[in-house]
């Protein structure tokens, strides 16, 4: 399922009971800050290790 691209795709398809799991790898190639794009999203906060928090500032506070 490729067609899985936003937060609010994955969230469906996990409500409907479609798939426990939703896995969005390529996505995350294309997008690395795919994650903090699909908790914007689902209007959901990151919490990211503090090693990585600093590189990823800006959007963890977005």
Do not use: C
Not at 32 to 51: C, I, N
């Amino acid at each position: 399922m490729s067609a899985i691209n936003t937060g609010r795709i994955a969230q469906d398809v996990l409500d409907k009971g479609q798939a426990d799991v939703t896995f969005v790898g390529r996505t995350f190639q294309r997008d690395p800050a795919s994650v903090w794009t699909y908790a914007e999203d689902l209007g959901v906060k990151v919490h990211a290790a503090q090693q990585i928090e600093w590189a990823f500032k800006g959007a963890l506070e977005a």
